[in-house]
């Protein structure tokens, strides 16, 4: 009871100091966090620049087999 009345936990707004052992634990797995979002952007990155460098293999296959169709043609 505050003041007669039950306050809301939401209500309540009072700030206290972190002490120092749990702010260097926040830090470390803030940056642990970090470290794998990184990796997770770098598999995506990775795996973007595998399937951009299949589909340029596959045009490659594509406009080569249509080169060989047209000189195909034009001998006969």
Known sequence: MWEGTQPLLNS???ERKC???L???QV???TEELKQQLQQERELLQQGR???QQEIEQ???E???????RLRQQQT
Do not use: S, Y
Request: glycine residues 0%; hydrophobic residues 25%.
């Open 12 to 14: 309540i707004k009072e």
């Open 19 to 21: 002490p120092d052992e």
């Open 23 to 25: 702010l260097q634990q």
């Open 28 to 30: 470390v797995t803030m």
């Open 50 to 52: 595998r399937e951009l």
């Open 59 to 61: 045009q490659q296959r």
């Open 63 to 69: 406009q080569l087999q249509q080169q060989q169709d």
